[in-house]
């Protein structure tokens, strides 16, 4: 199939008027609803969707690029996009204290934006890593209330990153008694909890 010809300009180098007219300044919409449909009915489960196979599709070609065995497990949790991969020798995608995890969603993240032409919020996990650092965290959470609310004593935990923060103020925010902040700046933010007064 031969490509369109492009209309002949008094300068070739010169961009094209970005008037209705203009083939060349038309961006071609996606089919999907804007951002703000994204919680309101089916059109906001089917960007979700979207994203996810969108995700997939790039993790598969990455996958085989890199000739690392896996499969790719997709699903919408809430109000965002779920994937995973699953099986094989796949501690090389989480990396120490999972560096490599947040750096290949960001890239999944970048690659779903563009697809989509909307801010992806799609969460990924490897190996059950992101799965088992929730449990972790959710145990330290615990914890570290019962310890705040018999002391009165605030406390500060490691640096974390968001995933890990929102873990943490979750579970804070379902113990009475307690409540929890963010301070800090990035990479070493981190979680205060904190007694009621």
Same mark, same amino acid.
């Given at each position: ?29 996606? @089919? ?11 059109? +906001? #489960?089917?960007? /979700?969707?979207? =994203? &996810? $196979?969108?995700?997939? @599709? ?11 065995? +896996? #499969?790719?497990? /997709?699903?919408? =949790? &809430? $109000? ?16 120490? #204290? ?24 799609l969460m990924l996990d490897v190996g059950g890593y992101r799965a088992k650092r929730r449990a972790d965290l959710s145990s330290l959470a615990a914890e570290t209330a019962r310890r705040v609310s018999t002391s009165g004593q605030p406390e500060r935990l ?40």
């Amino acid at each position: 199939m031969s490509a369109p010809q492009q209309p002949v300009t008094e300068n070739p180098t010169a961009l094209p008027d970005a008037d209705a007219g203009s083939d060349d300044a038309v961006v071609e919409p996606i @089919d999907i609803e804007p951002a703000v449909a994204r919680g309101a009915g089916g059109s +906001g #489960d089917d960007l /979700l969707v979207r =994203e &996810g $196979d969108v995700a997939g @599709d790039y993790l598969e070609r990455l996958l085989d690029i890199l000739d690392v065995d +896996g #499969d790719i497990d /997709l699903d919408v =949790e &809430g $109000d965002r996009a779920s994937v995973a991969i699953v099986g094989g020798r796949l501690t090389d995608l989480i990396g120490p #204290d999972g560096a490599t995890l947040e750096a290949l969603q960001e890239l999944t993240r970048l690659a779903v934006a563009q697809s989509t032409g909307v801010r992806s919020r799609l969460m990924l996990d490897v190996g059950g890593y992101r799965a088992k650092r929730r449990a972790d965290l959710s145990s330290l959470a615990a914890e570290t209330a019962r310890r705040v609310s018999t002391s009165g004593q605030p406390e500060r935990l490691s640096p974390m990153n968001p995933f890990e923060r929102k873990v943490v103020h979750d579970v804070i925010a379902s113990v009475t008694g307690v409540h929890s902040e963010s301070e800090g700046e990035e990479p070493n933010r981190r979680v205060v909890v904190l007694p009621d007064r």
